[in-house]
């Protein structure tokens, strides 16, 4: 009987960790790392494949800026998109815990791709993603800010 509660407990415990993976789907606000303020909401959806893709889904205006409409300086096929709808976040999987790398992410003012991992909070409120090109210490962070 002690042998089976314990196979029991185990094979709860590993159902429970899976099952309270955090899932980063929903409603998001950027912050930019340079100035402190919002330059987008975006919404992260699960593909079927189980990775995250985020789209733009509002543009956050900002004091002394002007919003660009379209990606002008991106590549292909994102050139002269508007930014507005656009997938911006690709290929993001989970790894493990609150850890989530493989990603590409466009800044469509740069028009630069960059490789990506990303990181929740523990309370599920925050996901830190970092970009980068070749090593990540060599990236930039930038905070995400779950909206409810």
């Known amino acids: 009987m002690g042998k089976a509660k314990l196979v029991g407990a185990l094979v709860f415990s590993a159902l429970s960790s899976m ?8 409603t998001w606000k950027n912050i930019d790392d340079k100035t402190g303020s919002s330059k987008a909401v975006l ?22 800026y002007t919003p660009k409409d379209t990606c002008i300086a991106c590549p292909a096929p994102y050139t ?22 493989g990603g590409k992410i466009i800044d469509p003012l740069s028009g630069k791709i960059y490789s990506t991992k990303a990181k929740m909070s523990a309370n599920g409120k925050r996901l830190t993603l970092r970009g980068y ?11 995400w800010i779950r909206q409810e």
């Open 133 to 143: 090109v070749g090593v990540s210490a060599l990236g930039r962070s930038q905070t």
């Open 80 to 101: 002269n998109k508007p930014i507005l709808g656009m997938d911006v976040l690709k290929g993001l999987k989970h790894e493990d815990g609150l850890n989530y790398t």
């Open 19 to 26: 099952a309270f993976a955090e899932d980063i789907s929903g």
């Open 43 to 64: 919404e992260i959806r699960q593909e079927t494949n189980g990775t995250y893709t985020a789209k733009v889904v509002k543009v956050t205006p900002r004091p002394g």
